[in-house]
Antibody
Framework: EVQLLESGGGLIQPGGSLRLSCAASGFTFSSYAMSWVRQAPGKGLEWVSAVKSSGGSTYYADSVKGRFTISRDNSKNTLYLQMNSLRAEDTAVYYC???????????????WGQGTLVTVSS | DIQMTQSPSTLSASVGDRVTITCRASQSISSWLAWYQQKPGKAPKLLIYAASTLESGVPSRFSGSGSGTEFTLTISSLQPDDFATYYCQQYSSYSYTFGQGTKLEIK
């Protein structure tokens, strides 16, 4: 059974830093691209960042480019999101999501974690 | 970036109704379109990918159609479990974009 378990959320002051983790199990983690998707309270879904299976290529939404860094440790089956220079508008539930098989029509988010809440406030 | 626009934003319907949600892309995305269902406090669930392919385990009352810039999600006969928020998402480029969501409410 595929499981994705996020951790690391919490209350942080504006300008602060936080690192989220996503522990994966139930599939061959090193074979799949992964993403972070966030959802501000009462709002819709916003894709944040993605990393290819090897970790060699990363992608970011314009809203977080230069402030957030996605990475992965395939030996630990873990995905990370380093968030720096946090702003009030970064307040959201952050989900990690597994992407489907590369090179198929199923390059979508087929499994999601339960999410971790990040609140940026003084 | 590709913009995704869903309509309506809110839809009121009754159990047994047939409902359709529309999603428009700001440029052609071929069939790189997915639909998700989200219930309050829960993570989104994949329903449909490649515009019309039903994810394993999803009831056949859900169907998707369209290509290019116009897409639809249809629920043929609403069940109580279907009242939720639905999102479309394009995945033709790495800047994945979601629609703003359609909240399906009980009439």
């Amino acid at each position: 059974e595929v499981q994705l378990l996020e951790s690391g959320g919490g209350l942080i002051q504006p300008g602060g830093s936080l690192r989220l983790s996503c522990a994966a199990s139930g599939f061959t983690f090193s074979s799949y691209a992964m993403s972070w998707v966030r959802q501000a309270p009462g709002k819709g879904l916003e894709w944040v960042s993605a990393v290819k299976s090897s970790g060699g290529s990363t992608y970011y939404a314009d809203s977080v480019k230069g402030r957030f860094t996605i990475s992965r440790d395939n030996s630990k089956n873990t995905l990370y999101l380093q968030m720096n220079s946090l702003r009030a508008e970064d307040t959201a539930v952050y989900y990690c999501a597994k992407r489907g098989t590369t090179g198929t029509t199923k390059e979508v988010f087929d499994y999601w974690g339960q999410g971790t809440l990040v609140t940026v406030s003084s | 970036d590709i913009q995704m626009t869903q309509s309506p934003s809110t839809l009121s319907a009754s159990v047994g109704d047939r409902v359709t949600i529309t999603c428009r892309a700001s440029q052609s995305i071929s069939s790189w379109l997915a639909w998700y269902q989200q219930k309050p406090g829960k993570a989104p669930k994949l329903l449909i990918y490649a515009a019309s392919t039903l994810e394993s385990g999803v009831p056949s009352r859900f169907s998707g159609s369209g290509s290019g810039t116009e897409f639809t999600l249809t629920i043929s006969s609403l069940q109580p479990d279907d009242f939720a928020t639905y999102y479309c998402q394009q995945y033709s480029s790495y800047s994945y974009t979601f629609g703003q969501g359609t909240k399906l409410e009980i009439k």
